[in-house]
Every structure is written in C-alpha cells, then in structure tokens.
C-alpha cells in the first residue's frame, strides 16, 4: 500500500520568512499528488494537485506554490508567509490503479 | 465541476446511540463518493467508498453508508457509536477513473457524549 511522508509535524515561522513543505510517496509510481490546507472550521481546502513531474496545477489564487522535482516528492513553497497562512497542511497521494487518495500526517504550520 | 456539502458542521451523540452523518453532492456526471475520518493532529483515513453497483456499502469500525442517486445523497450511518469514534468525518467526490481532483465537504465533527 501507499505511505506518505510529511514533515516537519510542527513549524512556528514568522511573518515574511520563507516556506518549504516535503511529501515523498512509497509504495507507488506516477502518482497523482495533492497538497490541502485546512484551516479550523474550513475543512479541507484543495491547493494544487500533480498528475506527473513538473506538472502543477493551483486551484486557488494565493500565496504558496508548488512542486514537483521527483515522481514521487510534491514540495510546497512560500517566499514569504503571511498570518493567513497559517493552517494544517495535508498531502495527499492517489495511486495509479486505486480509486481513494491516501494521506499523510500534516504539518500544522503557525505564522506568528 | 463536482461539490460537496455536509449538512450538519457538529452532531453530539450519547454512546451507543446510532448516528446519521449527512453528506450530499452535486456532479453532471457520473462520481466515486468516499468518506473519511480524522482523529485530532492527524490525517485523514479512509472510512468507505462507493464506486458503483449496490448502493449500500460497509466500511470499517462498523460504519456504513447509502448512496442514493435520486437525491444525491451518501449519509453515512452507524446503529450504536463508542467513545471512540469522536472524531471529525469528511465526506467527498471525484469523478471516475482518468480525472484528478478530490473535493471534500466541510466536515462534520461527531462528539460522543457518555
């Protein structure tokens, strides 16, 4: 089966600094990946979503950006965070083949 | 385009009363509909899916859920929830085979009171 690896779990940045957020899949190849963010009461807020290297496409304007250098590593960025940004950013990995998206842990991100 | 919406943002429960969490979707085609489930801190886990034929479908921890077409509807149920099952549950939608995005609802926080 899939696994997702997210790190970090936590991260306390200031306004301003920059962001750099890993997922890595195993146990998948071509896969389709997802960054969402979830803020509290918001539920999940789908961000950009990759169905091979290099290809990214954002369905929110916004701040971040993302992606993808390796099959299998989809990378979220910032240059420079703003309050609003803060939230539980979740990575999401959808096999070739499987019909349900498998997720990471998170990254709960405060921007102070 | 496909959207999600769950009904109710809270549902409180005593234990080992039954539970009905309300999920319905818009889509101009045909959709795979999934629910998930996230205990605090953590990611989401998936609870059932259905993708076609029968529309009543059994997921794990006892859960289960009815699609419905004509009221495009997938309400997920339970006949008697535990303690452990406080947890937030999303319920989603995709289309078939071949496209990309997951859209997820709002989520519906379930609070199981002893």
């Known amino acids: 089966s899939q696994t997702i690896h997210q790190w970090p779990a936590t991260l306390v940045q200031p306004v301003g600094s920059p962001l750099s957020l890993e997922c890595t899949v195993e146990?998948?190849?071509?896969?389709?990946l997802y960054w969402y963010r979830q803020a509290a009461g918001r539920g999940l807020q789908l961000l950009f979503y990759?169905?091979?290297?290099?290809?990214i496409s954002s369905e929110v304007p916004q701040n971040l950006s993302a992606s993808r250098p390796q099959d299998r590593q989809f990378i979220l960025s910032s240059k420079k965070l703003l309050l609003s940004d803060s939230g539980f950013y979740l990575c999401?990995?959808?096999?070739?083949?499987?019909?349900?998206?498998?997720f990471g842990q998170g990254t709960r991100l405060t921007v102070v | 385009a496909q959207s999600v919406t769950q009904l109710d943002s809270q549902v409180p429960v005593f234990e080992e009363a039954p539970v009905e969490l309300r999920c319905n979707y818009s889509?101009?085609?045909?959709?795979?509909l999934f629910w998930y489930v996230q205990y605090p801190n953590q990611g989401l886990q998936l609870l059932l899916k259905?993708?076609?034929?029968?529309?009543l479908v059994k997921g794990i921890n006892g859960f289960e859920a009815e699609f419905n077409k004509s009221q495009t509807s997938f309400h997920l149920r339970k006949p008697s929830v535990h303690i452990s099952d406080t947890a937030e549950y999303f319920c989603?939608?995709?289309?078939?085979?071949?496209?990309?995005?997951?859209?997820f609802g709002q989520g519906t926080r379930l609070t199981i009171n002893p």
């Open positions: 990759s169905v091979g290297i290099g290809q």
């Open positions: 889509s101009s085609v045909s959709v795979y």
């Open positions: 259905y993708l076609s034929g029968s529309t």
């Open positions: 989603a939608v995709s289309p078939p085979e071949g496209a990309q995005k997951l859209v």
């Open positions: 146990g998948t190849s071509n896969p389709n």
């Open positions: 999401a990995c959808r096999g070739r083949g499987y019909t349900e998206a498998f």
